[in-house]
């Protein structure tokens, strides 16, 4: 039995999942590609830019290449008129790793900066969000919301005083460490905070991965893409 096994097996009997529950939450090892990320580290990981098809010469319905956040680096306008989105299974064949590190470089536009929308939200069959990244720029807050073992949307939020700058118009790099237990967010390589976390659920892979849109209207909020991945090492942000 593996050590991940082990942590994630007294997880359980600390929170009182049962045997059924316990059986259906995500492990990682057997979820994670064997190619490494595009950024090249000899990491395995998954990548969003790639997988979406935007870096490729094919010309996407309201997405158009420009320049990042140095010369060097190519960065994609995702306008209203986009809707960027791919089925769940062909990103995460067998799931989300039990632990990762979800990276994102990205600059707000004027409304993605007023509006309360998900980055990214993975959804299920029935259109309901699983897990994803949401933006509140009315509050100035960003959460982190996901499955839990007992099929419930748990959301963490972080509010702290240095999340405010995020919803301008720079560039800013966004990561999250996802672990067994807990998660940290780091902005612009610097932590932020960390928050418990509950065990998470199995998710439904007969969905969707949609990019940018907004809560209540379900419309895609523009802004600028440059980076979109997940790693199957939680400490990414650290190194």
Request: with cysteine; hydrophobic share 35%; charged share 25%.
């Amino acid at each position: 039995m593996s050590g991940v096994f082990h942590v994630v097996l007294l997880l359980a009997v600390w929170f009182g999942i049962s045997t059924a529950q316990f059986e259906g939450l995500e492990l990682e090892g057997h979820v994670c590609p064997e190619i490494i990320g595009a950024d090249g580290d000899d990491l395995p990981g998954f990548d969003f830019i790639s997988k979406y098809g935007l870096d490729t010469p094919v010309d996407i319905s309201g997405v158009r290449k420009i320049e990042g956040s140095n010369i060097y680096q190519t960065a994609y306008k995702i306008t209203k008129r986009a809707d960027v989105r791919i089925p769940t299974r062909s990103m995460f064949p067998s799931g989300l790793p039990g632990q990762f590190s979800f990276i994102s470089t990205f600059r707000m536009s004027s409304e993605a900066g007023r509006g309360i929308w998900n980055l990214l939200s993975v959804l299920d069959q029935r259109g309901d969000p699983q897990f994803g990244v949401r933006f509140n720029g009315e509050d100035k807050t960003v959460d982190l919301f996901y499955l839990d073992y007992k099929s419930d949307i748990a959301t963490v939020t972080f509010k702290k005083k240095k999340v405010k700058k995020l919803f301008d118009k720079n560039w800013h790099k966004l990561q999250f460490s996802v672990q067994f237990g807990k998660v940290e967010m780091w902005l612009d390589c610097n932590r932020i905070d960390t928050k418990p976390i509950e065990p998470r659920g199995r998710l439904d892979l007969e969905g969707e991965i949609v990019l940018g849109k907004d809560m209540s209207s379900g419309e895609t909020i523009p802004f600028d893409l440059q980076w979109l991945m997940m790693h199957c090492d939680p400490t990414k942000p650290e190194r």
